[in-house]
């Protein structure tokens, strides 16, 4: 998970947009969604990141690399063994 905040300071920074919405940004992209109905009226629900299992939260993490790298051209400065983390 530590990789993960490290990704979302990174894209933060370049884009100038605050942790919270990348976060948000980056779980209602990639991650499964569910609609619960709360006080009479149906909301989307994100999955946290919390709730995923290693290799759920590695897939993740890959989604979330290619998304910056290639959709916003951000060059991310990643561990040389990010793999390893991520398996």
Known sequence: NRLHHSLVD??????????????IYCQ???????????A??????????TELTTKELGGY?????TWAED????????PDE???LVN
């Open 71 to 78: 959709d916003l051209g951000i060059q991310l400065n990643l």
């Open 10 to 23: 990174q894209v933060r920074f370049e884009t100038n947009n605050t942790k919270r919405a990348i976060k």
């Open 40 to 49: 009479g009226k149906s909301k989307v629900v994100l999955k946290s990141t």
């Open 82 to 84: 990010w793999r390893e």
């Open 61 to 65: 993490i890959d989604e979330v690399i």
């Open 28 to 38: 209602s992209e990639f991650l499964e969604t569910r609609v619960e109905e709360v």
